[in-house]
């Protein structure tokens, strides 16, 4: 069992940042790689990043390379999601998950999730 709490969100607007942080706990941090996914209103949960045990690999999705940065410390049992020249269409909850195996890019390749923390960027 693993336990993730998601903090860092907010309601800012249009070119700003916000930093995202995934706390975990309950289970050995870094044999496990992290990923980031995001759902807005009537929508599917997206992937956003993902990042591998020991953090020297990450993945991001179009939408966010080279705005979004993923990082982890595994010391802390914390990965960071740095989020730049936020667009209105970044809007969603933005959830932290962590994987065990299978495709980082789909959902249900992730078995512990957090509840999740809200962003919103007005233009």
């Known amino acids: 069992q693993v336990q993730l709490t998601e903090s860092g969100g907010g309601l800012v607007q249009a070119g700003a940042s916000l930093r995202l942080s995934c706390a975990a706990s309950g289970r050995t941090f870094s044999y496990y790689a992290m990923g980031w996914f995001r759902q807005a209103p009537g929508k599917e949960r997206d992937f956003v990043a993902a990042?591998?045990?020991?953090?020297?690999?990450?993945n991001y999705a179009n939408s966010v390379k080279g705005r979004f940065t993923l990082s982890r410390d595994n010391a802390k049992n914390t990965v960071y999601l740095q989020m730049n020249s936020l667009k209105p269409e970044d809007t969603a909850v933005y959830y932290c998950?962590?994987?065990?195996?299978?495709?980082?890019?789909?959902?249900?390749?992730?078995?512990?999730w957090g509840q999740g923390t809200q962003v919103t960027v007005s233009s």
């Open positions: 990042i591998s045990l020991s953090g020297v690999s990450t």
């Open positions: 998950a962590s994987r065990n195996s299978g495709s980082m890019f789909q959902a249900i390749s992730y078995d512990y």
